[in-house]
């Protein structure tokens, strides 16, 4: 079975400041990744998705995320943060990308300050 | 383009009745929509996925005769919570995805069932 661990809860970071969102998985078969941000109250909108090709992907709103298959892992890093992106950050993961169906990591509130 | 819409946004409702949640795709064909619960501070547990006209398929441990699933159209399905209780309240989430949307499932706003 796969499963998606996202270690941190909570990342607090001043304004400007470097962030990095840790996200490992697990699976026994290829595995498909995604991170979303949710705003409070609001449904889910992806950030990036790693499919295939170079491990380095870019998303929106300046967040990249690499796909480390050795450590299993897919780490999101922004390199300067802003107030608005104060939001709750998922990874999940799908076996397979057609379905739709993704498992989720229990998600990092990322609280940026001033 | 592919968005989802959910309605209502949010939702309160005395214990016993049932609540009916709509998960539209406006701009794109739906073949399949999911649905999600998100407790407070929790992550997103799947709950079923529906295919347009057939039945709704279950994740263990939900009860398919309290949460009704109803895909009746290409860009529209239904979740009714059926005889709610104060332990239903819940962030429910829909997704859903297209033929021509093949990587990709695109999230509705969500909404919050409160039951008093």
């Known amino acids: 079975a796969q499963s998606v661990t996202q270690l941190d809860s909570q990342v607090p970071v001043f304004e400007e400041a470097p962030v990095e969102l840790r996200c490992n998985y697990s699976?026994?078969?290829?595995?498909?990744l995604f991170w979303y941000v949710q705003y409070p109250n609001q449904g889910l909108q992806l950030l990036l998705k790693?499919?295939?090709?170079?491990?380095l992907v870019k998303g929106i709103n300046g967040f990249e995320a690499e796909f480390n298959k050795s450590q299993t892992s897919f780490h999101l890093r922004k390199p300067s943060v802003h107030i608005s992106d104060t939001a709750e950050y998922f990874c999940?993961?799908?076996?397979?990308?057609?379905?739709?169906?993704?498992?989720f990591g229990q998600g990092t509130t990322l609280q940026v300050k001033p | 383009g592919a968005v989802v819409s959910q309605h209502p946004s949010w939702v309160i409702c005395k214990s016993g009745t049932s609540v009916k949640i709509e998960c539209r795709s406006l701009?794109?064909?739906?073949?399949?929509m999911f649905w999600y619960r998100q407790f407070p501070k929790q992550s997103l547990m799947l709950m079923a996925t529906?295919?347009?006209?057939?039945?709704?398929?279950?994740e263990q441990g939900v009860e398919k005769d309290k949460f009704l699933i109803n895909h009746a159209s290409l860009t529209l399905s239904t979740l009714t919570v059926t005889s709610a209780h104060p332990e239903d309240s819940s962030f429910y989430i829909c997704?859903?995805?297209?033929?021509?949307?093949?990587?990709?499932?695109?999230f509705g706003q969500g909404t919050r069932l409160t039951v008093v």
């Open positions: 790693y499919l295939s090709g170079s491990t």
């Open positions: 701009d794109f064909q739906a073949t399949t």
């Open positions: 699976s026994s078969v290829s595995v498909y």
């Open positions: 997704s859903a995805r297209g033929a021509r949307q093949n990587t990709e499932a695109f």
């Open positions: 529906s295919n347009e006209g057939s039945k709704a398929t279950y």
């Open positions: 999940a993961v799908t076996l397979n990308p057609h379905t739709g169906k993704l498992i």
